[in-house]
């Protein structure tokens, strides 16, 4: 599986892709940074994410992206930035149809350090040994990008069975509504 993690934001959106399977060694495909300038307009610096997501789609290829799921901050101007800087990245993957994972912040900590109160020092260290990387992805945007990835890879078959178990219950209790409609009437 590989997959684009994405750590949205205005002035530096993190992209990392990773590849792998859950259980297995990982390898880091490709890590960096998507910058705008913090003067210029909120319509080019979105434009400016989307290129940059854009050409990483292009050159990676990932079956997944997996997105930072925006939560409510103190600073809603902060928050609002996030948040478009996510639909942009949601947009460019559901353009090409590939499958979008949203991942909170706490989840993607507890996934990589096993603690969802992990500070970035932290899942910079942790993303270093479980990729086998001689030094922490720098800015933390991009090894946070990389930490989500990691956390889809490992938690996706799970979610997929559940997926599955839910999907084989609604048709078992479809066919048995459908059995027991044929014996009333």
């Known amino acids: 599986m590989r997959v684009l993690g994405v750590d949205p934001g205005l002035t530096r959106c993190g992209v990392g892709v990773v590849e792998g399977v859950a259980g ?6 490709g890590v960096g940074v ?3 300038p913090a003067d210029a307009e909120l319509s080019h610096r979105l434009l400016a994410v989307e290129e940059g997501i854009e050409q990483w789609l292009d050159e990676h290829r990932p079956e997944f992206v997996a997105v930072e799921r925006v939560f409510s901050q103190h600073n809603v101007r902060t928050v609002m930035g996030t948040a478009q ?4 990245a949601m947009l460019c993957a559901a353009r090409r149809g590939i499958p979008v994972a949203l991942h909170t912040p706490s989840e993607v900590k507890a996934a990589v350090t096993g ?7 932290q899942v910079g260290a942790m993303v270093t040994r479980l990729l086998r990387l001689a030094a922490p992805p720098k800015p933390a945007d991009a090894a946070d990008a990389l930490a989500l990835a990691i956390c889809h890879i490992w938690r996706a078959p799970a979610q997929n069975r559940l997926r ?5 219950n609604r048709l078992q209790q479809a066919v048995a509504l459908h059995a027991s409609k044929g014996r009333t009437t």
């Open 34 to 36: 998507v910058r705008t």
């Open 85 to 88: 800087a996510s639909a942009v």
């Open 115 to 121: 603690s969802g109160r992990a500070d970035k020092a």
């Open 24 to 29: 297995r060694p990982l390898t880091m495909v």
């Open 164 to 168: 599955q178990a839910v999907a084989q």
